[in-house]
């Protein structure tokens, strides 16, 4: 349940591959009892529910096809019309195009600010992190630094295909290629944050909360 003592609050989290932006996401949205939506889940949602976009959404990752901007406006809208996000709502993945970015503008009033959080962290350090990341290779869970054995099921740890240094140079690449005119858009705001993700996990969580409360006033 989230704190009556808080206001509400609203956090856009961006981040390149490596950056811990779910990580950090989640633990924040822990933190406030709100909820932190995804792309994956609210798209897994929206399928498994069958809704018209969930239906159309199926349809286009079936055939191997990048979803739409107008469908992943229209999960998103259908996702953030449910009661659990009254008290704020951390999103992780949307939006991530400008056309997506306006259209969540539209969403809302103006009553509560929409708080931007981009984690920043160097090339070098994010091709070292997902090189050494490992993923179950029994069910996929996402391995916990440090461990030897899936967390989730036991199984063995492995190396995601697409985790080897010049992939991943060429992921980031592509990711900031699409991801710059969206941070432009954003970074002209007053309510925009940069937080160095080249810190221990608990660092960056505090400078999370800071940027955050920074926005909305009020403790982190």
């Keep these: 349940m989230a704190d009556a003592g808080r206001v509400a609050v609203r956090v856009v989290m961006l981040g390149a591959p490596g950056a811990g932006k779910g990580t ?8 406030r009892g709100i909820p ?13 529910a069958g809704t018209p976009l969930g239906r159309a ?18 999960v998103i809208k259908e996702r953030l019309e ?13 939006p991530r195009t400008v056309v997506q ?7 809302f ?12 962290v160097p090339e070098d350090v994010l091709v070292k992190r997902l090189a050494e990341r490992r993923i ?15 967390a989730r099921c036991g199984g063995p740890l492995v190396q995601r295909s697409d985790d080897g240094e010049e992939i991943v140079r ?15 858009f954003y970074s002209r705001r007053d309510t925009f944050r940069s937080v160095d993700g080249d810190q221990t996990l608990e660092s960056v969580a505090a400078d999370l909360s800071a940027a955050v409360a920074s926005v909305i006033g009020g403790r982190p």
């Design 24 to 31: 950090q996401a989640e633990r924040f949205a822990k933190s």
């Design 36 to 48: 932190r939506i995804s792309t994956g889940d609210i798209l897994r949602e929206a399928v498994q």
């Design 57 to 74: 959404a199926r349809a286009t990752m079936e055939a191997g096809r990048l979803v739409s901007d107008e469908i992943m406006i229209g």
């Design 82 to 94: 449910k009661k659990d996000v009254d008290a704020g709502f951390v999103l992780d993945g949307f």
């Design 101 to 107: 970015a306006e259209a969540l503008d539209a969403m």
């Design 109 to 120: 009033d103006k009553g509560t600010p929409l708080v931007i959080v981009d984690i920043e």
């Design 136 to 150: 179950c290779g029994n069910c996929g869970w996402g391995a916990t630094p440090g461990v030897n054995a899936c």
């Design 170 to 184: 060429e992921r980031l690449r592509v990711y900031w290629r699409n991801t710059q005119p969206l941070v432009e």
